[in-house]
T-cell receptor, first 110, second 111 residues
Framework: QKEVEQNSGPLSVPEGAIASLNCTYSDRGSQSFFWYRQYSGKSPELIMFIYSNGDKEDGRFTAQLNKASQYVSLLIRDSQPSDSATYLCAVRGSNYQLIWGAGTKLIIKP | SAVISQKPSRDICQRGTSLTIQCQVDSQVTMMFWYRQQPGQSLTLIATANQGSEATYESGFVIDKFPISRPNLTFSTLTVSNMSPEDSSIYLC????????FGQGTRLTVV
């Protein structure tokens, strides 16, 4: 069964520091990887997607993909209290469906 | 990026009744997906809706309980039938594409 694993947290990070969120996946054939942010009571908001090995940067966010090791990570630089949310990792399988991790709750402490 | 509109955004329903949720995408997409997110949980795929064919349901979800329509490439509906309190969840739709975007979701409470 194809799986996506995330540490449920909560992960507590001081304001201004780097938050590092990790995700591992089981399907070696996966090609697309997505990070979503979800505030309580709201729908998931796409932050970044990545297809190729290496890093992809967008503002304070960097997604890192290592297909050989089957992990994808999200770094948030200069963390802000508004970054406090649950971060969901999703992997697109060969049937085009997204397989979801359980999410990591991130708390940024002022 | 696709814009997805979903309505209603929230509803409180009596048990035993049905609610139909609408999902509109601003561009044509081949596949649309319906998810459920129960409190404190991650997303669970209910079904995949392709235009012109019957929806494909995931294990644990059946057409009688969650009938889906897909009349064209920009629109789909999900009906939650004969509701019980266990159906209280956020229901989300998304359109297939390079990136997967969600609408605001439908927060359903069954009393």
């Amino acid at each position: 069964q194809k799986e996506v694993e995330q540490n449920s947290g909560p992960l507590s990070v001081p304001e201004g520091a780097i938050a590092s969120l990790n995700c591992t996946y089981s399907d070696r054939g996966s090609q697309s990887f997505f990070w979503y942010r979800q505030y309580s009571g709201k729908s998931p908001e796409l932050i970044m997607f990545i297809y190729s090995n290496g890093d992809k940067e967008d503002g304070r966010f960097t997604a890192q993909l290592n297909k050989a090791s089957q992990y994808v990570s999200l770094l948030i630089r200069d963390s802000q209290p508004s970054d406090s949310a649950t971060y969901l990792c999703a992997v697109r399988g060969s049937n085009y469906q997204l397989i979801w991790g359980a999410g990591t709750k991130l708390i940024i402490k002022p | 990026s696709a814009v997805i509109s979903q309505k209603p955004s929230r509803d409180i329903c009596q048990r035993g009744t049905s609610l139909t949720i609408q999902c509109q995408v601003d561009s044509q997409v081949t596949m649309m997906f319906w998810y459920r997110q129960q409190p404190g949980q991650s997303l669970t795929l209910i079904a995949t809706a392709n235009q012109g064919s019957e929806a494909t349901y995931e294990s644990g979800f059946v057409i009688d309980k969650f009938p889906i329509s897909r009349p064209n490439l920009t629109f789909s509906t999900l009906t939650v039938s004969n509701m019980s309190p266990e159906d209280s969840s956020i229901y989300l739709c998304t359109g297939g594409g390079t990136e997967a975007f969600f609408g605001q979701g439908t927060r359903l409470t069954v009393v």
